[in-house]
């Protein structure tokens, strides 16, 4: 199958630590990246992590990789209100450059 | 430098028009892919393109098609449109067919 989920909606405090989580199904995926897309606005790549390793952190975000389960996540530190955004996970199975993307989490920070 | 442009920003089509989506990719990158974004939902693949050869098309009839000129630059033309194919179109670009792609601002086209 080809199916990546999120789950839609979360909510954070400005300060706070954010999660976004995302499952996904084709275990032979490469690579699996995080981008964020602001209202309007194309899609920004943050981060992406090849498919053996377990964790990667760049500054402020931490992604995890946990195999077996199929489940990535990317967590944000210190979130602030300019990381308000819909943030997609995104697999590349493909010996070419398809990607199958989930439907979004939208994140809303709050003061 | 200059990132991934497409044009126009926004376009207003009639059904059964056809209507033809721009892409320039980042200086150096010699493949382009498209992909539609429909509203609330994450982008699907149309096609990607990698020194003027298709490498890939996605699940989308044949009234989509596209190019890829000697400049690397691309094309998305969609034929018959339909209400359905109202959407933001994503040109992203990459070095080769492997690597990260990097996504321009998007069309949005209305089909009225």
């Known amino acids: 199958g080809e199916d990546v989920e999120q789950s839609l909606f979360l909510s954070v405090r400005e300060g706070d630590s954010s999660v976004i989580n995302c499952t996904y199904t084709d275990s032979s995926s490469t690579y699996l990246y995080w981008y964020k897309q602001e209202p309007g606005a194309g899609l920004q790549l943050l981060t992406y992590?090849?498919?053996?390793?377990d964790m990667k952190q760049d500054q402020r975000l931490t992604v995890l990789l946990n195999k077996k389960d199929k489940h990535l996540s990317l967590r944000i530190a210190d979130t602030q209100t300019g990381d308000s955004a819909i943030y997609f996970c995104?697999?590349?199975?493909?010996?070419?450059?398809?990607?199958?993307f989930g439907a979004g989490t939208q994140v809303v920070v709050t003061p | 430098d200059a990132g991934v442009t497409q044009s126009p920003t926004h376009l207003i089509k009639t059904r059964g028009q056809h209507v033809t989506l721009r892409c320039s990719p980042i200086s150096g990158h010699k493949s382009v892919s498209w992909y539609q974004q429909v509203l609330g939902q994450g982008p699907q693949f149309i096609f990607q393109y990698y020194e003027k050869e298709e490498r890939g098309r996605g699940n989308f009839p044949d009234r989509f098609s596209a190019r890829q000129f000697p400049n690397y630059s691309s094309e998305l033309n969609v034929n018959a449109l339909l209400l359905g194919d109202s959407a933001l179109y994503l040109c992203?670009?990459?070095?080769?067919?492997?690597?990260?792609?990097?996504f321009g601002p998007g069309t949005r086209l209305t089909v009225l």
């Open positions: 995104a697999e590349k199975t493909d010996s070419w450059g398809k990607l199958q």
């Open positions: 992590i090849f498919s053996n390793m």
């Open positions: 992203a670009s990459s070095l080769d067919s492997y690597n990260e792609q990097f």
